[in-house]
């Protein structure tokens, strides 16, 4: 009969996709949520990072420029006349040694910091990894 209503208690094929499109949207919302935590973690690990190499690389310039200002005095020194610098170490000597130390710290900082970021990927790769795995699933699910 044409006047036959069908009662069935399974869902319509329009209930049935607008619960897949909810479902999906719900999926990237809680995406979206965890590659905004993964990126705000990902950002402090880095200003960490980049906090211990420009403290290297500061540290590594003061070094450098200790190190031009003793050739400066070591000229000076292989210029002056046998026997006038009564000091036990000259003047370039002592300019030498400290630009060392800054220099070693300064590598040391700034090997630390590349060290920092090597141990970590900036990029939100476990919110890559996952939306791959759904992308699969739903693709599979068919």
């Given amino acids: 009969m044409a006047n036959e209503v069908h009662t069935s208690t399974e869902p319509s094929t329009t209930n049935l996709v607008r619960g897949i499109i909810n479902d999906i949207g719900d999926l990237i919302r809680q995406e979206m949520r965890f590659a905004r935590t993964e990126v705000k973690t990902d950002l402090r690990k880095s200003r960490e990072a980049v906090t211990v190499l420009a403290l290297g690389v500061?540290?590594?310039?003061?070094?450098?420029?200790?190190?031009?200002?003793?050739?400066?005095?070591?000229?000076?020194?292989l210029t002056l006349p046998a026997g006038n610098d009564p000091a036990t170490i000259p003047l370039w000597g002592c300019f030498g040694i400290v630009s060392a130390v800054f220099l070693l710290t300064g590598a040391a900082f700034t090997w630390m910091g590349y060290k920092k970021f090597d141990s970590f990927n900036p990029l939100p790769d476990e919110t890559a990894k996952t939306v791959k795995e759904n992308v699969e699933w739903i693709m599979n699910s068919k």
Wanted: proline share 0%; net charge neutral.
């Fill in 58 to 77: 500061g540290t590594a310039v003061l070094g450098v420029f200790l190190l031009a200002v003793m050739l400066v005095f070591l000229l000076h020194w």
